[in-house]
């Protein structure tokens, strides 16, 4: 089976640090992905985590944990344009999307 | 622009019409998908084709109806839909087929979206 949670709504202010979790139960796991999806437009890529540890790229980071089935997106000096939602998607099997978590970054 | 490109971008039809939606990729990919994004649920993967073959169909209902003429090019049928079906759906395309087992070799590239309503 499979299955993969996030939490549905964080708000952050700008230029604070926010982490997004993911948990996951995915058979014949291979990766964790992230992906943003602003409001009315398409989902795109932002990292790919295959082995544990942190990954990082910019001011977006990824960590995997794959005994724990944890992942999470780390996003520094948040900018209003970091408002969308993320999600968190596991490959194996069978290829999954969490539900998603909404992100509202305030002045 | 991502290299998938989706029409109509916006559908409004009754219960009784029948349309199709269209996605073509550029990006010389072999695996091209039909998702579903409803508000408040998860992304839904509707089917999946990897080298023109369909793989897999997640129990969507036959007023859905896929259509793949080729690696590029992708349709989703609709006909006799009803009113819970308005929805974003979304096309993507990938390298080589996600979840599939074997070792991902890269990401899901969306088109933007079409957003249907139906009556």
């Known amino acids: 089976g499979q299955n993969i949670d996030q939490p549905t709504e964080m708000t952050a202010t700008e230029g604070a640090i926010v982490q997004i979790n993911c948990t996951y139960q995915t058979s014949g796991f291979n990766g964790l992905f992230w992906y943003q999806q602003h409001a009315g437009e398409a989902p795109t890529f932002l990292s790919y985590n295959v082995l544990d540890g942190l990954e990082e790229k910019g001011r977006f980071s990824s960590f995997l944990s794959r005994s724990k089935g944890y992942s999470y997106l780390l996003l520094k000096e948040l900018q209003m344009k970091d408002s969308a939602s993320y999600l968190c998607?596991?490959?194996?099997?069978?290829?999954?999307f969490g539900p998603g978590t909404r992100l509202s970054v305030l002045p | 622009e991502t290299g998938v490109t989706q029409t109509p971008r916006h559908l409004v039809m009754g219960m009784t019409n029948k349309k199709s939606l269209k996605c073509e990729q550029h990006l010389g990919h072999n695996a091209m998908y039909w998702y579903k994004q409803s508000a408040k649920k998860p992304l839904e993967l509707m089917f999946v084709y990897s080298l023109e073959e369909r793989v897999e169909n997640n129990s969507v209902p036959s007023r859905f109806s896929p259509e793949c003429p080729n690696s590029s090019h992708l349709f989703l049928h609709l006909h006799t839909l009803q009113p819970e079906d308005s929805a974003l759906y979304l096309c993507?395309?990938?390298?080589?087929?996600?979840?599939?087992?074997?070792?991902?070799?890269?990401?899901?590239?969306f088109g933007e979206g079409s957003r249907l309503t139906v009556l």
């Open positions: 998607a596991s490959d194996g099997q069978n290829f999954v």
């Open positions: 993507a395309s990938s390298q080589t087929m996600q979840g599939s087992g074997a070792r991902n070799t890269g990401e899901l590239f």
